[in-house]
């Protein structure tokens, strides 16, 4: 139950501050996002990835894990990088974002799958959504969208991942196949967590603050 609502709460909290802050705290998002990728890269590495290793063959793995990585440059190549919170406001355009809708939405049903067996993972994934949610939502008010698309598209977005995960538990899937899926979802987190945390801040340098989030996440993965 928790891998199914934990989710949904987390998009709702997102969408909530957007629509009752009325403010940007730009700083402080980024912030945010820098200890949501380094928490969801480490609950990856400490939970999911050796628990993966001791169930299938070593090089499937690698080809899994290649495949999610890949898997996630093409989603993001439709979604312009909301994963990892790029999102670009266009306000002279109103037209439903297509692309947008279907490669998020696509992440988000993968990402569900490895919740029902993992609550570290619960942890990281809501801990991912909120900013993310927080940035779409901004986005779609920006896009001058009518509400009714507007509500269709986060509703779609709430609901994807939990369908994962409940996807994961009432079809008949073998164990084998869980776990390979988990492998492709475990590359899709390498590749957003590592954009989050290493790519360019302004300036092009970390600063001191963004790395004592990064250091504070990874201590908190650690020990929950």
């Not at 009752?20 to 730009?26: A, D, G, I, R, Y």
Request: aromatic letters at 12%; hydrophobic letters at 55%.
């Amino acid at each position: 139950m928790i891998s199914f609502l934990a989710p949904i709460l987390a998009v709702i909290f997102g969408v909530a501050i957007v629509l009752l802050s009325h403010k940007s705290k730009t700083l402080n998002l980024k912030l945010f996002l820098a200890f949501s990728g380094a928490f969801l890269l480490s609950t990856t590495i400490f939970e999911l990835l050796p628990e993966v290793y001791s169930q299938l063959e070593t090089k499937k793995i690698g080809v899994f894990i290649m495949g999610g990585i890949l898997l996630q440059i093409i989603l993001e190549f439709y979604s312009k990088g909301a994963e990892h919170g790029h999102l670009h406001y266009n306000e002279s355009k109103s037209l439903f974002p297509w692309f947008l809708f279907i490669s998020i939405g696509i992440h988000a049903f993968f990402e569900g799958f490895p919740l029902k067996d993992h609550k570290n993972i619960i942890i990281g994934v809501v801990i991912h959504k909120i900013p993310i949610a927080i940035l779409i939502t901004t986005y779609l008010i920006k896009s001058k969208l009518p509400n009714s698309q507007v509500i269709l598209f986060l509703l779609i977005f709430t609901l994807m991942t939990p369908l994962g995960s409940l996807a994961s538990e009432l079809l008949d899937i073998t164990p084998n196949v869980i776990n390979s899926i988990n492998a492709v979802v475990i590359g899709m987190f390498f590749h957003i967590s590592t954009i989050i945390l290493f790519e360019s801040s302004e300036g092009h340098h970390f600063n001191l603050n963004k790395i004592l989030m990064i250091i504070t996440a990874v201590v908190l993965a650690y020990y929950i």
